[in-house]
Each structure stands twice: as structure tokens, then as C-alpha cells.
């Protein structure tokens, strides 16, 4: 599976930025898939995940309520939408696809891992 994130950028605290990972290789919808993200200095962490469908979501507890992941196995494309940032947001955001079809939050059970996109918040 080869993984291809997009829609990093810069934006104002309380804006809002979309993150996409287009999937290719392996059929999309027989994996769950995840967010993570890397701030300068720190270690990745969990941000959000999807069960294979999309019926089942799960999301860290600094991004609940400001950020909605989804999916559309028809375009084989995972969403990150993120409202109301912060500039603790501020990261590079990678996107992971697992080897089967739940949803997961620890980064040892994604396989497939794509290229990360800067998100950066300014106060």
C-alpha cells in the first residue's frame, strides 16, 4: 500500500485545514486506517482512527470535538478534517493504513505509513 498525505499548511489559531491520504496497492477498504502526527521535538502520537467502513471512529482526547476523521472507499481517500486548531496542533501529520480491517491506536499496528504534511497554527 502506498500512502500519499496531503493538505498541510499554514493557518491561524482557531482556523480550520483539511488533511488528506490518497491509498493505492492494496484494496483500501480492507484496512483500518489512522492519523498520527510528530511535533518538533517529540514523539508521534495517536491523533485519530477508522475502522474500515467508517462506522467506527476513535480520537485522542486533545483533538476530541475539533477533529473529524472519514473515509470514502469509493476514491480510496481518508479525510482529517481539524477545526478550532490550536498551536499545540502544529506537527507533521502522517497518515497509516493497518494490515487488516480494525481500527487502531498504537502506531506498532499500522504496516503502511505514508510521507507526513506540515500543519503549522500560529497564535
Same mark, same amino acid.
Request: charged content about 15%; hydrophobic content about 35%.
Given at each position: 500500500?502506498? !500512502?500519499?498525505?496531503?493538505?498541510?499548511?499554514?493557518?491561524q489559531a482557531g482556523g480550520s485545514l483539511g /488533511?488528506?491520504c490518497a491509498a493505492s496497492g492494496r484494496p &483500501? #477498504? &480492507?484496512?483500518?486506517?489512522?492519523?498520527? @502526527?510528530? =511535533?518538533?521535538?517529540?514523539?508521534?502520537? &495517536?491523533?485519530? =482512527?477508522?475502522?474500515? #467502513?467508517? @462506522?467506527?471512529?476513535?480520537?485522542?482526547? #486533545?483533538?476530541?470535538? @475539533?477533529?473529524?476523521?472519514? @473515509?470514502?472507499?469509493?476514491?480510496?481517500?481518508?479525510? !482529517?478534517?481539524?477545526?478550532? /486548531?490550536?498551536?499545540?496542533?502544529? =506537527?507533521?501529520?502522517?497518515? =497509516?493504513?493497518?494490515?487488516?480491517? &480494525? /481500527?487502531?491506536? #498504537?502506531m506498532n499496528d499500522y504496516k503502511y505509513w505514508?510521507?507526513?504534511? !506540515?500543519?503549522?497554527?500560529?497564535?
Open positions: 500500500v502506498q !500512502l500519499q498525505a496531503s493538505g498541510g499548511g499554514l493557518v /488533511l488528506s &483500501f #477498504s &480492507f484496512s483500518g486506517m489512522g492519523w498520527f @502526527r510528530q =511535533a518538533p521535538g517529540k514523539e508521534r502520537e &495517536f491523533v485519530a =482512527a477508522i475502522n474500515w #467502513s467508517g @462506522r467506527n471512529t476513535y480520537y485522542a482526547d #486533545s483533538v476530541k470535538g @475539533r477533529f473529524t476523521i472519514s @473515509r470514502d472507499n469509493a476514491k480510496n481517500t481518508m479525510y !482529517l478534517q481539524m477545526n478550532s /486548531l490550536k498551536p499545540e496542533d502544529t =506537527a507533521d501529520y502522517y497518515c =497509516a493504513a493497518a494490515s487488516d480491517t &480494525f /481500527l487502531y491506536t #498504537s505514508g510521507q507526513g504534511t !506540515l500543519v503549522t497554527v500560529s497564535s
